[in-house]
Nanobody
């Protein structure tokens, strides 16, 4: 059974860099052909797709976040990473990693495997 687990700091100060890790295990989603993504949900708001990385390392980002976001992966470790710099209070959200399973790559509904999410608060 597919499992995804996010980890990272719960509290980050404004202007600092956020680093999150997602470990993927179980089933075929750990194999080479799946693209992995980061999606977030601010309090009281909808899901926001942040970006995705293919097995070969190709990345695609939300235009609104592209300048501050970097997604990478280590296929040997079945691990995905998110780095986001110049954090702002409005970046406070629950951050999810998810596996792309078909459809439009920038829509959360195209991702059928999700982690439980990790809460990140940006505050001084």
């Amino acid at each position: 059974q597919a499992q995804l687990q996010e980890s990272g700091p719960g509290l980050v100060k404004p202007s600092q860099t956020l680093s999150l890790t997602c470990t993927v295990s179980g089933g075929s989603i750990t194999t080479s052909y799946y693209a992995w993504s980061w999606i977030r949900q601010p309090p009281g708001k909808g899901l926001e797709w942040m970006g995705v990385i293919a097995y070969d390392g190709s990345t695609y980002y939300s235009p609104s976040l592209k300048s501050r976001t970097s997604i990478s992966r280590d296929n040997a470790k079945n691990t995905e990473y998110l780095q986001m710099n110049s954090l702002k209070p409005e970046d406070t959200a629950t951050y999810y990693c998810a596996v792309f399973t078909g459809g439009a790559i920038n829509l959360p509904k195209s991702y059928n495997y999700w982690g439980q999410g990790t809460q990140v608060t940006v505050s001084s």
